[in-house]
């Protein structure tokens, strides 16, 4: 059984950093396109960045451009979201994802962990 576990988040004030991961059991990742999705809120859950098999590729959402991060670390079988120069609109619950696809769809993704929050103070 494929299990995801997010870690890393918590309360910061704008401006500051956070570094998610997501621990991977019961599958290897290196099969596995890694996403990074979030939901505030009142809102639908909506793409931040994914990363293809092997780190050669990633792709951000434009709200989180230049300020986030997304790796890979096979070996270790998980997958990073580094956050910086947060604001409070990143306020929202991240989940990470496993897919089969270089997608920004949620339906795309296979694979999900129970999120973790992240809080951004002004």
């Known amino acids: 059984q494929v299990q995801l576990v997010e870690s890393g988040g918590g309360l910061v004030q704008a401006g500051g950093s956070l570094r998610l991961s997501c621990a991977v059991s019961g599958h290897s990742i290196s099969t596995y396109v890694m996403g990074w999705f979030r939901q505030a809120p009142g809102k639908e859950r909506e793409f931040v960045a994914h990363?293809?098999?092997?780190?050669?590729?990633?792709y951000y959402a434009d709200s989180v451009k230049g300020r986030f991060t997304i790796s890979r670390d096979n070996g270790k079988n998980t997958a990073y979201l580094q956050m910086n120069s947060l604001k409070p609109e990143d306020t929202a619950v991240y989940y990470c994802?496993?897919?089969?696809?270089?997608?920004?769809?949620?339906?795309?993704?296979?694979?999900w962990g129970q999120g973790t929050q992240v809080t951004v103070s002004s």
């Open positions: 990363i293809s098999w092997n780190g050669g590729r990633s």
């Open positions: 994802a496993g897919g089969g696809a270089l997608s920004t769809r949620l339906g795309d993704f296979l694979s």
